[in-house]
């Protein structure tokens, strides 16, 4: 350990600006103290070139093991996973073929219902037409049947006005020959 520090310049320089020569040199002394503790702190913390060519060994040695590690794992679970993951696709295609013929199968029960209540819809509005044409003949029927009945009371109302009118003539005509 070397410390590149000029103390004779440095005791000079303080003298030269006021400091006496042992003041000097105990300022000087106390600076090489405190730098020598300061790197004697700062060696705790580093490492050697050795220690560090130990530790990178010891790294690499760890790397090569997790390595040899990853291609034990590779070729026995990541084989398994993927036999599982096959399994797994071939059932997924299984329910995928069973879905789409249970969709193909409820579209056609839709579609048969659908035409069922159509054909129904049908049927019921043409039944709903044939019963409209009877209520319709049977009104025509209604109103021919009242507009008889109502000439015909028409005529017996001009019969029976007639009649009277006659009577009525036959009694005045009377009532001035008596007179």
Do not use: P
């Not at 996973?81 to 969709?103: A, H, P, T, V, Y």
């Not at 579609?111 to 409209?132: G, T």
């Not at 003949?137 to 015909?152: N, Q, S, W």
């Not at 028409?154 to 009277?164: H, R, T, V």
């Amino acid at each position: 350990r070397k410390v590149f520090l000029d103390t004779h310049a440095l005791v000079c320089l303080l003298e030269e600006n006021g400091f006496t020569t042992q003041q000097s040199e105990v300022i000087v002394s106390a600076l090489v103290k405190i730098m020598n503790t300061n790197l004697d702190m700062i060696y705790k913390d580093m490492v050697t070139k050795v220690q560090q060519e130990i530790a990178l060994q010891q790294v690499m040695s760890h790397i090569g093991g997790v390595k040899k590690d990853m291609i034990i794992l590779e070729k026995s679970e990541f084989s398994a996973l993927r036999s599982e993951n096959e399994k797994i696709k071939l059932e997924l295609q299984q329910i995928k073929k069973q879905l789409m013929d249970e969709i193909t199968k409820v579209r056609a029960d839709n579609k048969l219902n659908l035409n069922l209540e159509k054909s129904r819809v049908k049927e019921l509005h043409a039944q709903q037409d044939r019963a409209l044409t009877q209520t319709d003949r049977k009104i025509d029927t209604e109103v021919a049947d009242l507009k008889t009945m109502l000439e015909t009371h028409k005529l017996d109302n001009i019969k029976y006005l007639a009649g009277s009118v006659f009577t009525c003539l036959t009694v005045a005509l009377g009532f001035y020959r008596l007179w």
